[in-house]
C-alpha cells in the first residue's frame, strides 16, 4: 500500500500527520520526538531518585541545631526521673568535665568524681518532681564545636534562667558548663 509521496506504508500504523496523509512511523521526525520521549521518561526517572535521595538523606541526617532542639525538650516540659535521665545523658564528666553554677555556688565534675553528679542532680531537682518547667524564651548559638542554649523557664516558684554550655565530643554534645539563675 502506497500513498502520494509516503513511501511504504504498514496497515498496521494508525498515525497520520495533517500536512499530507502520510504515516510518521519510520520518518525521522517519528524517530526524534520517541527519542525525545525516552530521554523525557529517563530525566523524570532520574530527577526522581535525586529527590527521592535528598529527601531520606534529610530525613536521616541529623543537623546540630535539630539536637539543640532535643536537648531543650529534654531539660522542659513536666520534671520526672525519665527527664532528669534525658538530660544527664549529655553529661559525661570522664570525657567532658562539667561545672554547675547555682545560687553563685560552683561544683564541678570530673573522672575523679563523675559517679556523683547523678546523684547530686537528682536531690537538686527533687524539689521540682513533678512541676513543670514552662520554656518562656530560647536562645541558641551554635559555634564551630561549642554550643550555647540560654533558657528562660516558668516554674512554680517563679522565672528561673538558665544556660547550658556545651562541647562537641566525637560528634556527641556534651555539657560543659550549666548555670542557674
Known amino acids: 500500500m502506497m500513498a502520494e509521496n509516503c513511501g511504504p ?17 519510520g520518518t525521522p521526525h517519528a524517530n526524534a520526538e520517541v ?3 525516552r530521554i523525557g521518561i529517563y530525566l523524570l526517572v532520574t530527577l526522581s531518585i535525586v529527590v527521592g535521595a535528598a529527601v531520606v538523606t534529610d ?6 541545631r535539630e539536637r539543640m532542639d532535643e536537648f531543650i525538650d ?3 516540659g513536666k520534671v520526672s526521673d525519665t527527664r532528669i535521665d534525658g538530660a544527664l545523658s549529655y553529661a559525661d564528666p570522664s570525657k567532658v568535665p562539667i561545672e554547675l553554677v547555682h545560687e553563685g555556688r560552683r561544683r564541678k565534675y570530673s573522672d575523679r568524681n563523675a559517679s556523683k553528679l547523678k ?4 536531690k537538686v531537682l527533687a524539689s521540682l ?3 513543670r518547667l514552662h520554656l518562656i524564651q530560647e536562645s541558641v548559638s551554635l559555634e564551630g564545636e561549642r554550643a ?3 533558657l528562660r523557664v516558668r516554674t512554680s516558684a517563679g522565672l528561673a534562667n538558665t544556660v547550658f554550655d556545651l562541647r562537641r565530643e566525637n560528634d556527641e554534645w556534651l555539657l560543659r558548663r550549666v548555670t542557674v539563675n
Open 119 to 122: 546523684p547530686d542532680a537528682r
Open 148 to 150: 550555647r542554649i540560654a
Open 9 to 25: 506504508m504498514d496497515p498496521s500504523i494508525r498515525e497520520i500527520t495533517h500536512e499530507n496523509g502520510c504515516s510518521r512511523a
Open 129 to 131: 518532681e513533678g512541676s
Open 59 to 64: 530525613a536521616a541526617v541529623v543537623t546540630d
Open 74 to 76: 529534654s531539660v522542659t
Open 35 to 37: 527519542n525525545m520521549r
